[in-house]
């Protein structure tokens, strides 16, 4: 103090120090309060769309394999002892298991709890790195730059609530990359051990297999790096990750007898027939479309972001340019190679943009710090607050907002519950809005649940639904032998089918059916498919025939005064009576 007196300029060093402490400090809060006002703004978002969206009916199988794993003790899709390999995210099992566990009654709010836990943990995850990349906490732009990266990625996709509330694995496989780009760039930084950063080798093939191109666009990054120390690096890590997933591959194969998911057989070109084919290319062109229109603002940033890294990020330089260009590759992959079934609102090319968001926050925590603004230490502080308490506003208001369309049509059928949530109380409700336009009179077949052997290619509520009942996955995607080989109609009559349902784009596999000998003998089918609602078969020596062909009866009737012309509804009619008479005089065999 003396000193400081004696010499104004220590004086004013001392002075300079405690303001740029004070000034640090306040920053430090203003993040973290910063960050908090973005959690809770996303999440506040995501609450209100939830509400309206119901799980989607993929979303549903994880239900199924998590019974089958608690009751059974393996993963499988009926209780037949068979490991079927149908979950392309075996990992999400770590969150959708103890879901399940604790709505063991009601599995419907089972995959709604897992929709909420996937999409916390991601946008917890996400939003704390970052925050952490651009190291937020030490400028004020940098402050405000991610603040505005955590949020927009999210509002400038129109459907992101609907994919994260799906009840899919999408956000948790979002979160895995995440983690593993993370602990990539401490990794490049620190050159900490590489057999560390390739124990995500198996947890991103147990996620999304195609996901490990990114495992080749970071060893790429290592092997340009500066420093030899950079291109040892790198050589160590492929070799980890090579023989991780090589022993992986190996014990896949050997418990599901595939190592490889069975929708990658599924949802190659050449599976299906080309009529499927052909409109399933004209879905995946319109997807596509509107993902660029979508995010194409933000594959332009992460491209000028790698750009500017290549010549500002010093160490990091090579970080960007490899993350953007394998998303590119991934992108070209899922365009031109992948059948994308299920593929609503751009899921599969979801990966990307995490990549994106990555190369932007990488690139901005290179912005050089200016000089401070003209704003007071507390003024910062108070800003994250202004931020927080708006987010908190956001949150009660959407809780308490007036429903959308869609909820005042569910409460008018079932009411409302706690903070306006409707459409909670199970599969009957679910069936009802969703179910009935694509299979007719599932609620009665549903009845006879563990007195029935199913075949469908939607399988998602009916395998849920039906928990005790062998199921028969006609698309092959729960179905090793159908994924492996094709569907063959004989064969898939010699399951001893009581109920099949028929879907109007797969014609191949449907005439596979109706053609396999004795069909038209075994089985009486109806005419009920309009739209989305399918065709349905029952097996005539089924004990409970009776009953689901006097549903299927009417189902058909119903469809054929709404959508049959004169003279269809007349051969249907004649061919009909011509059925049931020919029933009337069946002899049995001596």
Same mark, same amino acid.
């Not at 506040?44 to 199988?61: A, T, V, Y």
């Not at 991601?122 to 937020?136: C, E, M, S």
């Not at 690139?363 to 003209?374: F, G, H, Q, T, W």
């Given at each position: ?8 300029? *220590? ?151 609907? *994919? ?86 190996? #014990? ?162 079932? #009411? ?43 399988? #998602? ?130």
């Amino acid at each position: 103090m003396q000193d400081a007196l004696l010499n104004p300029s *220590l004086g004013g060093k001392a002075n300079s120090q405690a303001s740029d402490s004070a000034y640090a400090t306040t920053l430090r809060w203003a993040a973290r309060i910063a960050w908090l006002g973005v959690v809770l703004l996303l999440l506040s978002q995501f609450l209100i769309n939830e509400r309206s969206i119901p799980i989607w009916d993929d979303g549903l199988m994880w239900q199924r394999y998590d019974n089958i794993l608690l009751k059974y003790g393996y993963i499988g899709w009926n209780a037949d002892g068979i490991h079927t390999y149908g979950l392309t995210s075996i990992l999400f099992l770590i969150i959708s298991v103890p879901c399940h566990l604790i709505f063991h009654n009601n599995w419907y709010h089972a995959a709604i709890l897992t929709a909420f836990v996937g999409t916390i943990a991601f946008v917890l995850g996400l939003t704390t790195i970052i925050f952490r990349i651009t190291d937020a906490s030490r400028s004020f732009p940098r402050l405000i730059l991610a603040c505005l990266l955590s949020s927009l990625y999210f509002f400038f996709h129109q459907h992101f609530w609907e *994919l994260l509330g799906s009840g899919m694995d999408t956000p948790f496989s979002l979160l895995v990359l995440s983690g593993f780009l993370y602990s990539s760039y401490r990794m490049y930084t620190e050159l900490r051990s590489p057999f560390k950063l390739a124990l995500w080798a198996p947890a991103l093939y147990l996620t999304r297999p195609d996901m490990c191109m990114f495992l080749a666009g970071v060893g790429l990054a290592f092997l340009l790096g500066s420093t030899k120390e950079h291109r040892a690096y790198a050589v160590r890590f492929g070799a980890y990750c090579a023989g991780m997933l090589a022993v992986l591959g190996v #014990g896949l194969y050997l418990y599901f007898h595939s190592p490889v998911p069975l929708p990658f057989y599924a949802k190659r070109h050449g599976y299906y027939d080309e009529t499927f084919e052909f409109y399933c290319k004209q879905y995946d062109d319109a997807v596509w479309a509107n993902f660029r229109a979508e995010y194409g603002w933000l594959a332009i940033t992460a491209a000028l972001s790698a750009v500017f890294l290549f010549f500002k990020g010093g160490s990091h330089r090579w970080m960007g340019i490899c993350l953007v260009a394998t998303a590119g590759v991934f992108t070209w992959y899922i365009s031109d190679h992948v059948m994308q079934v299920m593929g609503f609102y751009g899921r599969f090319y979801m990966p990307t943009v995490i990549a994106y968001v990555f190369t932007i926050a990488l690139a901005i925590r290179y912005v050089s710090r200016p000089a401070k603004m003209l704003i007071r230490p507390q003024d910062y502080k108070g800003i994250g607050v202004v931020a927080m308490l708006g987010s908190l506003f956001m949150l009660g208001f959407q809780l308490f907002s007036a429903p959308s369309t869609l909820e005042r049509q569910r409460v008018m059928k079932f #009411g409302s519950g706690p903070l306006g949530f409707t459409f909670r109380d199970g599969f009957n409700e679910y069936f009802i809005v969703n179910g009935e336009a694509v299979w007719p009179s599932l609620d009665v077949v549903q009845k006879f649940d563990g007195d029935v052997r199913l075949a469908s290619t939607e399988a #998602g509520l009916p395998g849920a639904w039906m928990p005790n009942t062998y199921f028969v996955d006609t698309a092959g995607l729960n179905d090793t032998e159908i994924a492996l080989h094709g569907l063959d109609g004989a064969k898939l009559l010699q399951r001893n089918l009581d109920v099949i349902y028929f879907h109007g784009s797969y014609p191949k596999m449907n005439a596979s059916i109706l053609n396999a000998p004795n069909f038209w003998r075994d089985y009486r089918y109806y005419h009920t498919r309009k739209e989305r609602i399918l065709d349905v078969a029952v097996r005539r020596d089924y004990k409970h025939f009776a009953e689901l062909d006097a549903a299927f009866r009417k189902n058909e009737d119903e469809n054929i005064v709404k959508n049959y012309r004169a003279d269809q509804y007349s051969d249907l009619f004649y061919g009909r009576v011509l059925t049931d008479s020919n029933d009337l005089f069946q002899v049995a065999d001596e």
